[in-house]
T-cell receptor, first 115, second 113 residues
Framework: DTEVTQTPKHLVMGMTNKKSLKCEQHMGHRAMYWYKQKAKKPPELMFVYSYEKLSINESVPSRFSPECPNSSLLNLHLHALQPEDSALYLC??????????????FGAGTRLSVL | ELKVEQNPLFLSMQEGKNYTIYCNYSTTSDRLYWYRQDPGKSLESLFVLLSNGAVKQEGRLMASLDTKARLSTLHITAAVHDLSATYFCAVLHSGGGADGLTFGKGTHLIIQP
């Protein structure tokens, strides 16, 4: 089982709203990731959590706030977003951050539209 | 800064033909990944290549890695329509640990009957 579950699948929000994206995995993976993918573009890394600690923040604006409450759960809190933030937000997890293969398994994504 | 370049970016081919997608990367890395993405869907892991000379095959797809040339190839043999998708290669930001992936721009592959 290599399932990473993301909710919601679709989200429409206004620029003044606050919303959260959720990602869950029950594979015992110890690293979790957020990527942003614009249409017809490759995914771009936003954040990396390793053993529930934030290890990489790719200079993401503060209107995006990640949270890792436990080893199975990753949230992305959204506040005061801009229309250009509309994209597919992908969560991924990998088993052992220092392991040989470190394959990242991706969820189905949340398609976000900011109006 | 790590850069990953794929070519071609778009490929239309007929069923039964063979073709190769190329992936070049700019800095040393010992892990190279290939992913597939169908329209509106997430990314599916195809291969991870860990060492120089590594070759992996799954069905009609075969991937190889030349770390000295910083080049990976994804070869498609006797293409079938079901292989139509966008294929990404990706490289870890550094040699290990919980690092993110840097993706190439992707190759949009259309296989016509």
């Amino acid at each position: 089982d290599t399932e990473v579950t993301q909710t919601p699948k679709h989200l429409v929000m206004g620029m003044t709203n606050k919303k959260s994206l959720k990602c869950e995995q029950h594979m015992g993976h110890r690293a979790m990731y957020w990527y942003k993918q614009k249409a017809k573009k490759p995914p771009e890394l936003m954040f990396v959590y390793s053993y529930e600690k934030l290890s990489i923040n790719e200079s993401v604006p503060s209107r995006f706030s990640p949270e890792c409450p436990n080893s199975s759960l990753l949230n992305l809190h959204l506040h005061a977003l801009q229309p250009e933030d509309s994209a597919l937000y992908l969560c991924a997890s990998s088993q052992d951050p220092g392991g040989a293969q470190n394959i990242q398994y991706f969820g189905a994504g949340t398609r976000l539209s900011v109006l | 800064e790590l850069k990953v370049e794929q070519n071609p970016l778009f490929l239309s081919m007929q069923e039964g033909k063979n073709y190769t997608i190329y992936c070049n990367y700019s800095t040393t890395s010992d892990r190279l990944y290939w992913y597939r993405q169908d329209p509106g869907k997430s990314l599916e892991s195809l291969f991870v290549l860990l060492s120089n000379g590594a070759v992996k095959q799954e069905g009609r797809l075969m991937a190889s890695l030349d770390t000295k040339a910083r080049l990976s190839t994804l070869h498609i043999t006797a293409a079938v329509h079901d292989l139509s998708a966008t294929y990404f290669c990706a490289v870890l930001h550094s040699g290990g640990g919980a690092d993110g992936l840097t993706f190439g721009k992707g190759t949009h592959l259309i296989i016509q009957p």
